[in-house]
């Protein structure tokens, strides 16, 4: 306590009589009131990972002894063996193809259904949509490819559908977001010149909308070519059937090469991403 | 004056249409080398409902009791991956970011390590891990860790990056030592960000868990790779179901938390 405040509060008869000295704090400057939820996650978390870890039941020992395992497993794969370059290259390319046909698909199905979800559009209509498409959203892609191969068989097609459902159901919600943001007056002013719906949706909302829609599928691209480099693990077309089918026959050069050239791929897709973000962020 | 601005809107028409073009082609172009066809579109949309409503539906509850405990191993290791993940990142990203780095060279180590794990699926150190740790929810903690580590160290070094300097400035203005100026400027700064990213990393890692289980990661993601092959469809659907419901739990959860931090 500042001293010249312990002395004003001494020459105030009412402080002394009350309190003792000692526990006479001068008003703390307002502190943030301590926010329940904040508060209850800082016990939860902590006693929750303890509480995981011990019901995890790892083994400590098979830690150890496959963390060895694990180095001895990368140094068996280096160096990285070029004898199947041309399948692993065909098969990234298929990945990519996959990857651009499902969003592209994904994108078409968003940009009709965008709309009908946007609730400024169509108020009830759009909550439906809405909700179908956070429930489509929600199951992962791998699981839709999972689904789709046993609906259509195995190969690219799976992979395609699957991409495609789930690209729909992401971009339906952006696109659909980005049209309620839309200024309010834009959309009285059409309607006032008597246009119908479709009149008001290209005139009104898909001029101020476009660039949205373009930067959102841009990134729904990216998040997908990493999608489909993986949904060849179950079987769905692409370079991750390389990958798993070469760690199967123990073939670890071969796998490392593989795992090379997703990782260059997914990494210059990052890295093509960040540029355009960076542009659209300077313009 | 009239006649420049209508050759540069020409101009500007001209590129958006080749754009659109290329795009178009590059798509037809993909489509015929997978073998794609638009009419297997509705054709294979049609498969799905059919297997949808024959198969899948309705779920059977009695495949409940059975999916409780891979629903628990699912809530486990995706946060044993997160505050262990974190804690890693947190160390890591302090070496990565520009302002915090003892040396340039240690930046771009670091740096080019997470973009290593982050770039390579996690489904694919699944598999890797799978080989060395043998199948279990070792596997998938793991996977997740490892996941979680390449995309939180670089947001943490971003967040790091753009701490106010001028507050560190007036903290050691005042002949704070280190920890302290740790303790009074950076990490006051750090932990809303710090906070936010986690729990966000944390609804991914119950997705991303359900994906590592595929390749014997364990949790549901195991037992809904397992049920499609033995066409126990039913008990797949309520796992699906299941997987939802944490998802949309864990949403709720994470989204008052972090409202309240920022």
Same mark, same amino acid.
């Given at each position: ?48 990972? =303890? ?18 395992? %694990? ?15 041309? #399948? ?70 799976? &992979?395609?559908? @699957?991409?495609?459902?789930?690209? &729909? ?62 949904? &060849? ?12 089918? !070469? ?37 | 004056?009239? @006649?420049?601005?209508?050759? =540069? ?36 949309? $049609?498969? %799905? ?11 059977? #509850? ?11 191993? *699912? ?5 044993? $991956? ?38 390579? #699926?996690?489904? =694919?150190?699944?598999?890797? /891990? ?48 280190? #920890? ?12 809303? $960000? ?15 868990? *359900? ?14 790779? !397992? ?12 796992? =699906?179901?299941?997987?939802?419901? /944490? ?7 994470? !989204? ?7």
């Amino acid at each position: 306590m500042k001293p010249e405040l312990a002395t004003e509060m001494a020459n105030d008869l009412s402080y002394e009589t009350a309190l003792p000295l000692h526990l006479a704090e001068p008003p703390q400057p307002s502190k943030p009131r301590r926010d329940p939820w904040l508060v209850g996650a800082a016990w939860f978390f902590p006693l929750f990972f =303890i509480f995981s870890l011990w019901q995890l039941n790892f083994d400590y020992s098979q830690l150890a002894h496959g963390t060895g395992k %694990m180095f001895q497993l990368f140094a068996q794969m280096f160096p990285p063996s070029l004898v199947d370059w041309r #399948p692993v290259l065909e098969a990234a390319l298929q990945s990519l193809q996959v990857a651009l046909v499902g969003t592209a698909i994904g994108v078409a199905v968003a940009a009709v259904f965008g709309f009908l979800a946007a609730v400024n559009l169509f108020p009830r209509l759009g909550l439906l949509i809405k909700g179908v498409a956070a429930f489509v959203r929600t199951i992962p892609t791998l699981v839709w490819a999972l689904m789709f191969i046993v609906a259509v068989g195995m190969g690219p097609v799976p &992979g395609i559908l @699957a991409i495609a459902t789930h690209a &729909g159901a992401s971009l339906i919600k952006m696109f659909s977001q980005s049209i309620e943001e839309v200024d309010e007056g834009v959309h009285e002013a059409i309607k006032a010149t008597g246009a119908g719906k479709l009149q008001i949706v290209f005139q009104g909302f898909l001029p101020c909308v476009i660039t949205y829609f373009i930067s959102w599928s841009v990134f729904r691209l990216e998040a997908d070519i990493g999608e489909s480099a993986i949904l &060849g693990v179950v079987g769905a077309g692409g370079i991750g059937y390389q990958i798993s089918n !070469n760690m199967r026959s123990y073939l670890l050069p071969e796998t490392c090469f593989a795992a090379l050239v997703v990782f260059v791929l997914v990494f210059s897709v990052e890295l093509l991403s960040n540029w355009y973000k960076n542009k659209m962020n300077l313009k | 004056m009239e @006649a420049q601005w209508l050759r =540069i809107r020409r101009q500007k028409r001209v590129q958006t249409v080749t754009i659109v073009v290329l795009i178009a082609a590059l798509v037809v172009w993909s489509a015929v080398q997978t073998k794609f066809h638009v009419l297997t579109v509705f054709g294979g949309l $049609g498969e %799905m409902g059919k297997l949808i409503v024959n198969d899948f539906l309705p779920p059977h #509850p009695e495949a409940l009791k059975g999916l409780i405990e891979p629903a628990l191993d *699912t809530i486990y290791m995706s946060v044993v $991956g997160m505050v262990v993940g974190s804690l890693i990142s947190a160390v890591l990203a302090f070496f990565a970011a520009a302002t915090t780095t003892p040396h340039r060279i240690v930046l771009v180590l670091v740096r080019g390590f997470a973009s290593v794990l982050r770039n390579i #699926p996690g489904l =694919i150190w699944a598999l890797m /891990l799978a080989f060395a740790y043998g199948i279990g929810t070792l596997v998938g903690t793991l996977a997740i860790i490892i996941y979680s580590v390449g995309s939180l160290v670089r947001a943490y070094a971003e967040i790091l990056e753009e701490i106010d300097q001028s507050q560190l400035e007036a903290v050691k203005a005042t002949g704070a030592t280190f #920890p302290q100026v740790l303790g009074q400027a950076v990490l006051p700064q750090f932990i809303p $960000g710090f906070v936010a990213w986690s729990l966000y990393k944390l609804e991914l890692n119950i997705r991303a868990s *359900t994906i590592v289980g595929m390749v014997g990661g364990g949790g549901l993601g195991f037992y809904i790779q !397992n049920g499609l092959k033995l066409f126990h469809f039913r008990d797949v659907s309520m796992a =699906i179901i299941l997987m939802l419901v /944490l998802i949309v739990v864990t949403e709720f959860f994470t !989204n008052k938390i972090r409202e309240k931090v920022i």
